[in-house]
């Protein structure tokens, strides 16, 4: 049970922001300067529904220490907050207007972040089945068993 309770954290990342799905209070420790730090293994779970703050929260997560494993399908590479510039014409031109980067200098705007395990998320046949393949290989992955 432990490892379901205290080492086992899944983030659901879906719709536009990081949901914590289950965290045990053990799974993190105080460091010297008073702040908890997780200091076990933490699994994503992204989709194409994964844009904004959840990208962001995922971005984040990447170069972590104490690693992170992305398990699902790609972010939809929508980071930025959007600058609207009205045209001639009644039109309307929405750009970007930051650029956010990991610690290494990338950016996954337009790409999008890849998981490092490709599993469904969201689909009629993960629904009608009552499934959540992601979820189940993300818990897997976290307790050894994949």
């Not at 703050?53 to 494993?69: C, K, M, N, Y």
């Amino acid at each position: 049970m432990r490892a379901a309770t205290a080492t086992v954290l899944a983030l659901a990342l879906a719709a536009t922001a990081a949901v914590p799905a289950t965290a045990a209070a053990t799974a993190g420790k105080p460091n010297t300067d008073g702040l908890w730090r997780m200091d076990c293994p933490i699994a994503a779970l992204t989709g194409g529904s994964t844009v904004s703050a959840g990208e962001t929260f995922a971005q984040a997560l990447i170069d972590r220490p104490g690693g992170t494993i992305r398990v699902g399908q790609p972010t939809q590479g929508v980071f930025s907050d959007v600058m609207a510039r009205n045209l001639p014409g009644g039109m309307t031109a929405w750009l970007p207007n930051e650029e956010f980067l990991n610690r290494s200098g990338r950016t996954y705007d337009g790409s999008g972040i890849p998981p490092h395990l490709s599993e469904p998320v969201f689909t009629k046949e993960e629904f009608a089945k009552n499934r959540d393949s992601a979820f189940d290989r993300a818990v897997s992955v976290l307790r050894n068993e994949d």
